[in-house]
């Protein structure tokens, strides 16, 4: 899909007021000290319960703070998609993953409303913080179902605004009951949920 052939980003998307993307110049936030203790990183990828030999996505996944740790899950017989629309995000990944060794990352250049992933292939597609910004949910959505095989999962990840305590501006918040609104209207159903992270929800969506 050529950037032409797009009709304008959505500014908002069933009430919810969808945010703007974060700009590769806040790359190094993403690698920041606190993270460990705001996100407990070992936690999330424990409950995507990752095997040797899948085949995952990281859609938004920046300069790969995600994608690194699920490259060493998913094993030499893994692949691990690294999906980002910005060229220089995906440049910052490709260094931090030659420095670390692995070289079953497969980065992808995406269009804001089309991953470019392969049909029916994908395990396991992430999304850390990332979907809020979308500025086409509905084909960004119908694209990631295309690409997930018939038992594969979208693992959502997003700040919670039930929670008024945490300190993350309300636009870059989400609550389940919009998440689920949004997903389920676009051929998801709720497969489980993981409560036991300090900041975000973590929800996992099959094709309906």
Known sequence: MFAEELPAPLEKYKGRTIAQTMSFHGAPWLLRDTREEEENPAKLLAALELKPGQVVADIGCGNGYYTLLMAKKVGPTGKVYAVDIQREMLEMLEARARAAGLDNIVPVLSSPADPKLPTDAVDLILLVDVYHEFAYPEQMLAAMR?????????????YRLEDPQIPIKLLHKMSKKQIRIEYESNGFELERQFDGLPWQHLMFFGRK
């Not at 690409?147 to 990840?157: E, F, H, I, R, T």
């Open 146 to 158: 295309k690409s997930l095989n018939p038992d594969g999962v979208v693992a959502l990840a997003e």
